[in-house]
C-alpha cells in the first residue's frame, strides 16, 4: 500500500495533463465550422455575403451559394446583378438546383412584368419534389403571374398555398381567395370543372352561391354562412372566414325611426333641393306605388300631375317649426344644372328614352313591372321626416340640432361645401351625404351619394373597356367639367390596366359650327390626360415581395386608325354638330365606337336627332332609360320635361332606399341596390358608385347597348 503522500503527488502531476486535455477538447470543439449552403430552406442573408462565400467555396458549394446570392439580389431589388448571375449559372445543374434556378427566373420575370414568360417557367417545376419554402414561394408566383385576372388556376394556386402558411399570412391568403372568387363571371363559373377529390374548392364555390343567394338579406346570410361552416367543416374558410363575411356575423340594421333631410329651402339650389326632396317624400309615402301598376293603354288617364297628388299625402316638418307638404313639387326650373341644356319649355308630355313601352320590355324591363317593386324600400308611415335648411345656418349646427330633436340617420347635406365641412364635425349620427367632397376620407358613419359627371365617366370607363376597347380618345368641353371628367376616366382606365388616355377639347356651340361650315370636321387625336394615380404596392405573403405591376403611362397620339373608341361629354345640341364632323374625317371602315354621357340625353330628341346619332351609345339612370315608364311619365310632367331635374327625383328616390339600407352600404361589401339613378353598390370608402344603363342608336330607335 502506497502513502498518501506519493498518490498525492502523482494526483498532482495528472491535473496538468487532464486539464490540457480539456482545454484542446474544448479549442476542437470551438474550431470554426465552413457554412452550408441550402438552397431549399430560407434565404436570410444579404446578397454581400451570399457573394462572398461564393468566392470562398469549393465547386461543389459553389452553385448553392450563387443560388442563395441571386434570391438575395431579387430580394434587394437589384435586378441587373440577378439578371447577370442567373445568366453565369452553368449548364449543368442538380435536380433541386435546376428546380431552384426555375424558380429565381420566374421571379425575375415576375419583376420585369412578363406573367407570361413565368407562367412558361412555373410550368416545368415539379412542385411535389419541392421544400415547403420552395412551395409558398412556387404558388405565390402563380398568384402574381395571375395578374388578378380571377381563373380557375389562380384559386388553386391560392387554395394550395394556404396550409403552408403561418396564421398573419392565412388570412390574407383567405382574403384574396375570395376576392377571386367574387370577381368570378357567370360565365367562368358555368364553365368551371373541377375533380372529384378538390373538396376545399367545392367548399369555396358553394360559400359564394350562399352569399349571391342571399347578399340582399343580411338575416339570411348570416344563417346561410352558419349552415355553410357546418357542411363544410375542414375548409379554411369555416375557421377564419374571409374578412368581409366576417363583418357580416357583426351587422346590426341601422335605425329609421327619424331621419334628418338636410337641404338649402332657399337661393339657388333650392329648386334641385325640391326635386330631391319629392323622390325622398314619394318614396317614403308610397306614391311609387301606383306608378308600378301595369303601363296605362291609351284609354286610361295620364300620369298625374304634381298638383293632383293624395289629398291625405302627411305633411313633413321642417327645421323651422313649419309644414311643407311632402310631396311639394319644385317651384321653377329656369335654375337647372349649368351642365344641362334648358328644359323642353312645350311642357308636352315625353316619350321615354327607348321611345315607348314596348322599347323599355325589349330591354329586358318590362312595362308592367317596376325595378321599384323587388328594390325599393318599402313605404313607411312610421318612420317620420324632419327637414333642416342648411341655407340658414352652418352645417354643424343642423347637425347639432338634428341630434337633440332625436334624429337617429341624417339624408343630406346636398351643396359640396357643406358635404366637405362633414369631415370635421364631431357627431354620432349616420349620414347619407349628397354629394361627394374632393377628397374623400373613410368615417365609419358616412356615405357619400352623388349625381357627378365624374361618377358617369368612372362608370363609361368600365363599360367600354368590358367592351374590348383599348384605345380611347375623349372628347370634353373646354372647361372644369371637361377637366374633372377627363381626370376621373383616366385615372380609372388605369386602375383597368389600360394605358394613358388622350383627350380632346371643344369650345363653344359657335365654334363647332364653324368647323363644320368649314368641312374640316374632327380629327380623332388628342394630347395625354396627366394624372397622378396611387402608387401600387406590391403584395408580400411568406417573406416573398411580388412588385405590384407597372402600367405603361408612355404619352402617344392617334388619328382614326389608333383610337378605337371615343367618350364624348356633351349637350344635345352640341353632339347634334360633334357627331357629323366626326363622320367627315372618319371612315365607316375604321369602326371606331362612339360613347355619350347622359348630358346628350334631353327631351325633345326626334326622330332626325335618332337618326343622325345612329350606332351611338349613352348611359343614363334606369329611370330614363325605360325602366319604369309609368314613373317616368309621371316625373317628366311634374317637372316639365327637364331631365336634370327628373334625374334629381330619380336621386330622391334612391336616397330614400339606400337611408333604409344605409348599415349593408357601410359594412357588408359587394352589397348591391337596384335603384332609379342605377345599380348601386359601395366602395371601401362608402361612396356610392352606381351602375349607369347603356342604350343605342338603331335606325332611329332606341336599343339596349349589345
Known amino acids: 500500500m502506497l502513502p498518501s503522500k ?58 448553392d451559394w450563387q443560388l442563395l446570392a441571386i434570391r438575395a439580389l431579387l430580394k434587394e431589388g437589384k435586378l441587373p446583378q440577378a439578371k447577370d448571375q ?46 415547403k419554402d420552395q412551395q409558398v414561394r412556387y404558388y405565390q408566383l402563380q398568384i402574381a403571374a395571375a395578374q388578378g385576372h380571377p381563373s380557375l388556376d389562380l384559386l388553386r394556386a ?136 301595369p303601363a296605362q293603354s291609351s284609354a286610361q288617364p295620364a300620369a298625374p300631375s304634381a298638383s293632383s297628388a293624395p289629398a291625405n299625402t302627411p305633411a313633413v316638418q321642417t327645421a323651422a317649426g313649419t309644414s311643407a307638404p311632402a310631396n311639394q313639387a319644385a317651384v321653377s326650373t329656369s335654375a337647372a344644372q349649368a351642365n344641362q341644356p334648358a328644359a323642353n319649355p312645350s311642357g308636352a308630355s ?13 330591354q329586358g324591363q318590362p312595362a308592367q313591372q317596376s325595378s321599384l317593386a323587388a328594390q325599393t324600400a318599402p313605404p313607411s308611415s312610421a318612420t317620420q321626416v ?54 374623400v376620407q373613410n368615417h365609419p358613419n358616412l ?17 367600354m373597356w368590358d367592351q374590348g376597347k383599348r384605345a380611347p380618345l375623349l372628347m370634353v368641353p373646354r372647361s372644369s367639367l371637361g377637366d374633372r371628367v377627363s381626370k376621373a376616366f383616366a385615372t380609372e382606365w388605369q386602375k383597368l390596366g389600360g394605358n394613358t388616355v388622350l383627350q380632346q377639347q371643344f369650345g363653344s356651340t359657335g365654334e363647332l359650327k364653324q368647323g363644320i361650315n368649314s368641312g374640316a370636321g374632327l380629327r380623332l387625336s388628342g394630347t395625354p390626360i396627366t394624372t397622378q394615380p396611387q402608387q401600387p404596392q406590391g403584395v408580400t405573403i411568406a417573406g416573398l415581395t411580388i412588385p405590384a405591376p407597372v402600367q405603361d403611362t408612355s404619352p402617344s397620339s392617334a388619328d382614326g386608325g389608333s383610337v378605337d373608341s371615343v367618350y364624348i361629354v356633351a349637350t344635345q345640341g352640341e353632339m347634334a354638330l360633334i357627331k357629323p364632323m366626326i363622320s367627315m374625317r372618319t371612315s365607316s371602315r375604321s369602326m371606331v365606337q362612339l360613347y355619350a354621357s347622359s348630358r346628350s340625353n334631353q327631351a325633345g330628341a326626334g326622330p332626325d336627332y335618332r337618326l ?18 309609368a314613373l317616368m311619365q309621371q316625373a317628366a310632367k ?18 330614400w332606399t339606400l337611408a333604409n339600407h344605409f348599415n349593408e352600404m357601410r359594412q357588408l361589401p359587394g352589397f348591391q341596390i337596384k335603384g332609379e339613378t342605377g345599380s348601386l353598390n359601395a366602395s371601401q370608402d362608402c361612396v356610392i358608385n352606381r351602375k349607369l344603363i347603356w342604350n343605342q342608336y338603331r335606325q332611329g330607335q332606341i336599343v339596349p347597348a349589345s
Open 447 to 463: 356615405c357619400y351619394f352623388a349625381l357627378s359627371p365624374e361618377d358617369e365617366a368612372r362608370d363609361a370607363a368600365h363599360h
Open 386 to 439: 324632419q327637414v333642416y335648411d342648411t341655407s340658414s345656418q352652418p352645417i354643424d349646427q343642423v347637425l347639432a340640432k338634428a341630434q337633440q330633436d332625436g334624429a337617429t340617420l341624417v339624408v343630406g347635406p346636398l351643396l359640396k361645401s357643406n358635404v366637405e365641412q362633414l369631415a370635421n364635425v364631431q357627431t354620432p349620427l349616420n349620414i347619407l351625404a349628397l354629394n361627394e367632397p374632393e377628397s
Open 612 to 629: 343622325e346619332m345612329e350606332g351611338v351609345q349613352f348611359s343614363d339612370a334606369p329611370l330614363l332609360s325605360g325602366s319604369n315608364p
Open 638 to 655: 311634374t317637372f316639365n320635361n327637364d331631365y336634370s331635374l327628373v334625374r334629381l327625383y330619380a336621386m330622391g328616390v334612391d336616397a
Open 86 to 131: 442567373i445568366g453565369q449559372l452553368p449548364q449543368k445543374l442538380s435536380d433541386k438546383q435546376r428546380q431552384e434556378s426555375l424558380l429565381l427566373q420566374a421571379e425575375l420575370q415576375i419583376t420585369q412584368q412578363d406573367a407570361n414568360g413565368a407562367s412558361a417557367l412555373l410550368k416545368q417545376i415539379d412542385a411535389g419534389s419541392l421544400s
Open 158 to 293: 391560392l387554395i394550395a398555398q394556404e396550409p403552408l402558411l403561418t396564421n398573419a399570412d392565412r388570412q390574407k391568403n383567405i382574403d384574396a381567395t375570395w376576392q377571386a372568387l367574387v370577381q368570378l363571371t357567370p360565365e367562368q363559373l358555368s364553365n368551371m370543372v373541377i375533380n372529384a377529390n378538390e373538396n376545399i374548392l367545392q367548399g369555396w364555390l358553394d360559400l359564394l352561391s350562399v352569399y349571391r343567394t342571399n347578399g340582399s338579406n343580411p338575416d339570411m346570410l348570416k344563417a346561410g354562412i352558419s349552415d355553410w361552416q357546418k357542411r363544410y367543416p375542414y375548409n379554411p374558410a369555416a375557421k377564419m372566414l374571409p374578412s368581409p363575411l366576417s363583418q357580416v356575423q357583426n351587422f346590426q340594421q341601422s335605425s329609421t325611426g327619424k331621419i334628418a333631410l338636410l337641404l338649402p329651402l332657399s337661393g339657388q339650389a333650392q329648386v334641385f333641393a325640391n326635386a330631391i326632396q319629392r323622390g325622398f317624400n314619394d318614396a317614403k309615402n308610397g306614391v311609387l306605388s301606383q306608378s308600378q301598376a
Open 350 to 362: 315625353v316619350q321615354t328614352p327607348a321611345g315607348n313601352a314596348d322599347n323599355a320590355a325589349a
Open 6 to 63: 506519493v498518490i498525492h503527488n502523482k494526483a498532482g502531476r495528472c491535473m496538468p495533463v487532464l486539464l490540457a486535455a480539456l482545454i484542446f477538447a474544448g479549442c476542437t470543439g470551438q474550431a470554426p465550422q465552413s457554412p452550408t449552403a441550402n438552397v431549399q430552406g430560407s434565404a436570410q442573408g444579404t446578397s454581400d455575403y451570399y457573394l462572398q462565400q461564393m468566392q470562398q467555396s469549393s465547386d461543389d458549394n459553389k452553385v
